[in-house]
């Protein structure tokens, strides 16, 4: 164990905090007044030194002064700046710092060297307005003057109230070349704070058919555009991060950000990582030793390593929990006296609070414990979430203030912390009692304290949209991390979290999460009859299969927890994913049993092995899905129990949420369960498995059969909806007898590993379709018309159809035959009309590929562009590539044909494409050039396909670099032939 000495020994606190001096306006800057000099003010505010020592400059403040500095000294740049941000989120500090930096700019310098850099703008006139001072009816005297409005108090302050006397005296706002007037040609800074406040109160003062609240919503407006428009002024006003911190008063927040929005700029004066620093520097005194902080953070690593590594399961776990070590002793120092855990509850979980005051809320809670724990003598090496001193009747007051529910939480904090017979008190007093090492310890209070923290406000959900938060509570883990230390093990946690679950009459578990709540728990009702279903394993068994085929019975497509092989139908119609029994990853010998299923049907060989998927349970959710179901039954059982147990109304809704928390968990497991699927595949001529899985790649789909499909078809493309008609004819050319049933093809495509894998047979008659009316090949629907002639198929081309398009009901795969076109009779003297790919409308360049498919053999002829092209295909080639020069500046309509060796030709096929870089006639072209990572990509899939509904096809150029080079096969099996299956052909550049 390692000594260390506590914090109050250590740490020189701030003389307010040291003394005591905890009132909230110790925290809570009024800038009105800080400029008008009231001795009541804090020193800390009202002295321009101490206020600067007691300040870190964060970025956001330190851009800020960047910003208005440079403007006053006449740089160009943003001169109406809104400070947005939550309530206590340091908008009227901020001001402040802006208007030290002006008036007392040595002090800034003498307790801020960085400032030095900052720009120097000389003479500045300065006016200030605080709504929460300015009175709507009274306004302000100053000087036996009467001073009514928002501009006429800013007009005093600048020297010029004459330019505005009447528009002030009759509360009506003066136009833009009045104010104009009034900001003059000088460096001018303008600092309001409140204007929300002012402007909600001066709505009761009637000025006409209008209100001086309107007046002064207009008048905002003038100023900030008149202000935008000059060389040396600059404006800064605070305004509520949100609606929930209006005052009720949204439409207002609404229209005082609309006024300025098309001149201002948002700046958020402090940023999420910067709270740290910020109550460090307003806390303590000065900055404590290193070697007495490093003392504790080693001290507090090792502990940590060691209880983290003893729960890691292998090399990789152990990997990470030492960088997690490490990671934690560099906050640990960061962050001395406090504990980091601490300080995130407040900046991650309790900002989610709407009556917590952000670093505001913050800095006076922690300066009250910090006071109370060096008075009372029970300061610890650290002051975490574990240490908070609810004892303290000042620590409460402040905790529920900032948290809210003061009143309901007086019976938990009676019946479990500091009640003469709270649970937790009993639980310290007979450990201290078994084991006298943890006399003073108090690990039971000190766990639950923590607990108590975590169950307000909650940690942002990962992934989701800003503001959104998981429910309150914290995990063992989080438990863990914030309470481990050097005279706390992790041993002694565990045990101590078990006894105040079962002890505790308001601390509420889930198996999850810990979380009190003003409702007594039913966790021990349902314990009770988990028990049960721990000797009754079969019952989750079977209910974990009645969950499954819920979610995924009705589909043809899948076969559940098959037991032999022969419970996997053997079809060629649509490719099959059979979901295997969670026993299947508990019993050895995985490989040789997944093979059987993929190549058996009981006791014959599998005859459409490449139509079948196994998809793997993870034994990792073996447990989270078993134990969910488990706590589903006993949740069901005490309902079916509640008279009998006598269950209360609001223990009923407790046992709701706890059915709603485990049917969460139940479905995050099940959605887990299956992440892999296993596939044949042909490796050296060998049979082979093809073990597919999701890894850490991101999917869209939340089904569990959807996440496989996606896995298959998007992911790690194995399975295809679509199929280029090439496949089919290198079918045809397998024997050279140019003709093949329709039948063989399906089998191949079904049966034969290493074929392309198709979703059904309806992929395969879409393939067909678009080769018969492409030409590629001919459909005949009588085969008894198929005859051999020296060897070869051959058919009169009265009964094949080819070249033009069939609907797919005339396909039937199992009587149909394709052809070659070659072995067509009758139409050898006929030459088709080439099918040309897409081309763009416009191009800038002087040429442009023309290509498509048309019959093998035959002379291509482009004619209409700048000259005529011509180029041969060769025997067997039905695609064809052309550049073509085109007439610059006008609309080029190309024709093109093909011909025969005898002269023969086809019908023209033609395109019409505009040269130039001007916009062509009758015509739009979108064009754009970007740069995407992986995930970019899968966000704008649905923004290419908005595109090519709207455009019918659109056209996509790519080009990735790697420094290392491209492994060829990666390419080719990855990239290339994925394209190839779905029937996308690269076009020649």
């Excluded at 000087?143 to 009447?166: F, H, K, M, N, P």
């Excluded at 009637?206 to 900030?224: A, D, M, P, R």
Aim: aromatic share 6%; charged share 30%.
């Amino acid at each position: 164990m390692v000594a260390v000495r506590p914090w109050s020994e250590i740490v020189l606190l701030h003389p307010d905090v040291e003394s005591g001096e905890t009132a909230l306006a110790a925290y809570a800057l009024d800038l009105g007044a800080v400029v008008a000099g009231d001795p009541n003010v804090p020193v800390v505010y009202r002295d321009a030194r101490s206020f600067w020592r007691a300040t870190y400059l964060t970025s956001g403040m330190n851009r800020l002064l960047e910003e208005v500095l440079g403007r006053l000294a006449g740089r160009p740049g943003d001169r109406v700046l809104q400070l947005r941000s939550p309530f206590g989120g340091g908008k009227s500090h901020t001001l402040a710092a802006l208007y030290y930096a002006i008036k007392n700019r040595d002090q800034m310098l003498a307790s801020v060297p960085e400032a030095e850099k900052l720009a120097d703008p000389g003479l500045v006139r300065v006016a200030v307005f605080d709504g929460e001072k300015f009175d709507a009816l009274e306004g302000k005297e100053v000087d036996g003057q009467r001073i009514s409005t928002l501009w006429g108090w800013l007009a005093w302050q600048l020297g010029e109230y004459e330019l505005v006397r009447e528009h002030d005296e009759k509360k009506v706002a003066p136009g833009g070349d009045l104010v104009k007037k009034v900001l003059g040609d000088t460096p001018t800074l303008l600092l309001l704070d409140e204007v929300l406040k002012y402007v909600e109160r001066a709505e009761g003062v009637k000025v006409g058919n209008s209100t001086l609240g309107s007046q002064t919503l207009e008048f905002v407006h003038t100023l900030s555009v008149e202000v935008a428009g000059t060389r040396q002024a600059v404006l800064a006003y605070s305004l509520q991060a949100s609606a929930r911190e209006s005052y009720g008063r949204e439409d207002l927040l609404r229209m005082l950000d609309h006024l300025t929005a098309r001149v201002d700029a948002r700046r958020e004066p402090v940023g999420g990582d910067e709270i740290l620093p910020v109550l460090k520097k307003r806390l303590v005194a000065e900055t404590p030793s290193t070697e007495a902080v490093d003392a504790v953070a080693n001290g507090y690593g090792d502990v940590i390593r060691r209880a983290l590594t003893a729960r890691a399961g292998d090399e990789d776990q152990r990997r990470e929990v030492d960088e997690r070590s490490l990671q934690l002793a560099r906050r640990l120092r960061e962050a001395y006296p406090f504990h980091p855990a601490l300080i995130d509850i407040m900046k991650e979980r309790w900002a989610s609070i709407p009556e917590f005051g952000r670093t505001r809320g913050a800095l006076r809670f922690l300066a009250i414990c910090l006071h109370a724990l060096k008075e009372s003598g029970k300061a610890r090496d650290l002051l975490g979430a574990s240490d908070i001193p609810l004892e303290d009747v000042g620590v409460r007051y402040a905790f529920f203030t900032e948290v809210g529910q003061r009143e309901p939480f007086v019976p938990v904090l009676e019946a479990d912390f500091i009640g003469p017979n709270a649970r937790a008190k009993q639980i310290d007093v007979r450990l201290a009692r078994e084991n006298p090492s943890l006399s003073g310890v108090l690990p039971a209070t000190r766990l639950a304290t923590a607990i108590l923290l975590y169950s307000f406000g909650g940690p942002p959900r990962e992934s989701a949209e800003a503001g959104e938060t998981l429910p309150p509570g914290v995990t063992e883990n989080e438990i863990l991390e914030a309470c481990l230390s050097p005279e706390l093990d992790g041993i002694t946690i565990q045990a101590v979290l078990k006894e105040l679950r079962e002890k505790c009459l308001y601390l509420h578990y889930d198996g999850v999460r810990y979380i009190f709540k003003t409702t007594p728990n039913v966790t021990k009702l349902i314990e009770d009859e988990a028990e049960y279903f721990d000797s009754h394993p079969d019952a989750v068994l079977e209910r974990i299969k009645e969950e499954l085929e819920r979610r995924l019975g009705g589909r043809r497509e899948v076969v559940l927890w098959p037991v032999r092989s022969l419970d996997i139908p053997d079809e060629g119609t649509r490719f099959l994913l059979a979901y295997l029994p969670l026993e299947f990853v508990e019993k050895p010998n995985l490989e040789p049993r997944a093979l059987e299923f993929l190549t058996q049907h009981g006791d014959r060989p599998r005859r459409y092995r490449n139509a079948l998927g196994l998809a793997i349970p993870d034994q990792r959710q073996l447990q989270p899905l078993r134990r969910a179901v488990r706590y589903l039954l006993a949740i069901e059982s005490v309902e079916l129990k509640k008279r009998q147990l006598g269950v209360t109304r609001e223990q009923a809704e407790q046992l709701k949420e706890r059915k709603d928390t485990e049917l969460a968990a139940l479905e995050s497991a099940l959605r887990s369960l299956y992440t892999a699927v296993w596939l044949l595949k042909m490796e050296d001529s060998e049979i082979a498995l093809d073990k597919v899985a999701i890894g850490g790649r991101p999917l869209q789909a939340q089904g569990i059969h959807e996440r496989i499909m996606e896995l298959l078809t998007t992911v790690q493309t194995r399975l295809f909806a679509s199929l280029a008609p090439r496949r089919v004819v290198e079918l045809l050319k397998v024997d050279g007898k140019r003709g093949i049933a329709g039948k063989d093809v399906r089998d191949a495509f079904f049966g034969i590993p290493g074929c392309p894998r198709l979703t059904d047979e309806g992929v395969l008659k879409r393939t067909i379709l678009r080769g018969v009316e492409e030409g590629i090949f001919g459909y005949v629907g009588r085969p008894d018309k198929v005859r051999e002639e020296e060897g070869l198929y051959v058919v009169d081309s009265e009964y094949a159809v080819s070249g033009r398009s069939l609907s797919e009901e005339e396909v039937d795969l199992g009587s149909g035959f394709l052809m070659l076109p070659t072995a067509i009779k009758g139409r050898e003297g006929e030459v088709f009309t080439p099918v040309l790919d897409s081309v763009p409308p416009q191009t800038s360049g002087k040429t442009i590929t023309v290509s498509g498919t048309a019959p093998a053999g035959c002379l291509i002829i482009v004619s209409g562009g700048k000259e005529d092209v011509r180029c041969w295909m060769g025997e067997g080639e039905t695609r064809f590539g052309v550049q073509v020069p085109l007439r610059p500046n006008e609309m080029n309509t190309l024709n093109v044909m093909a011909q025969d060796s005898d002269g023969r030709s086809s019908m023209p096929a033609t395109i019409q494409i505009w040269q130039g870089k001007g916009r062509p006639p009758s015509e739009t072209l979108y064009r754009r050039s970007m740069t995407l990572n992986r995930a970019q990509l899968y966000q704008v899939f649905n923004a290419f396909g908005n595109l090519a509904e709207k455009a019918g096809r659109i056209r996509l150029t790519v080009e990735a670099e790697k420094a290392d080079g491209f492994d060829p096969n990666w390419l080719r099996n990855a990239v290339e032939e994925p394209l190839e299956e779905a029937g996308i052909e690269e076009e020649p550049e």
